[in-house]
């Protein structure tokens, strides 16, 4: 059984710190194997993926460049709005460089596919993604993902780079909240 403390608010872990960082070790070998020597750049997408791109870059033993971007987010909301908007732009020009998108939680895609769109227009050498998290969505836009950590069922999660309202990212779990605790129970 789950032993960690549990933040006020959440109800159920879903993912445990053991299972995340066995998960991330499996990953980051892959990416070792496949990047090699080519110094990817990985690009973490603000604020959600800190989490996870810290402890992978961390886990993985191969050159590598990071940068960020941010995008608008869903708010204080539980759902998408489909509308995205760069709110930070890389520091960097990524012409003829292997880029390594470090996205924390795949939902309707679209976000991921605006992101893609835009750096695929800045002619890198290619374009790949590792999401932690993607939900088993039906109604998802189809859009690239090269490596998930764990598909999850369609229920809203927070921990582990995750927010409702700006709070729980510092879990070093992935949960699903009390409805009580976002105020739909
Ligand atoms: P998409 O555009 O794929 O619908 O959503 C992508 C973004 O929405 C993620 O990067 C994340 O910021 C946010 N998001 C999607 N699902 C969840 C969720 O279950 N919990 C939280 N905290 N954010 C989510």
Not at 7 to 33: F, K, N
Not at 121 to 141: E, F, G, I, Q, S
């Amino acid at each position: 059984m789950l032993s960690e403390p549990r933040a006020r608010g959440v109800a159920r872990v879903l993912i445990d710190e053991p299972t995340l960082q066995g998960r991330i070790g499996e990953l980051a070998a892959e990416l070792d194997a496949e990047y090699g020597s080519d110094a990817p750049l990985m690009v973490g997408v603000l604020n959600g993926a800190v989490a996870f791109m810290t402890d992978l870059m961390r886990a993985m033993t191969i050159p590598l460049e990071i940068d960020f971007m941010a995008v608008s987010s869903y708010g204080a909301s539980t759902r998408s709005s489909g509308v995205v908007r760069i709110l930070k732009d890389l520091s960097r020009d990524i012409e003829g460089r292997r880029v390594l998108v470090v996205e924390d939680i795949v939902d309707s895609g679209l976000t991921l596919q605006y992101l893609l769109d835009v750096l695929q227009r800045r002619n890198p050498a290619d374009v790949a993604v590792v999401a932690l998290l993607k939900k088993d969505k039906a109604d998802a836009v189809p859009v690239r993902v090269d490596r998930v950590g764990f598909p999850i069922p369609d229920e809203f999660v927070v921990g582990y780079g995750l927010d409702y309202a700006g709070r729980y990212r510092n879990l070093p779990y992935v949960a699903v909240l009390d409805p009580a605790a976002i105020g739909e129970g």
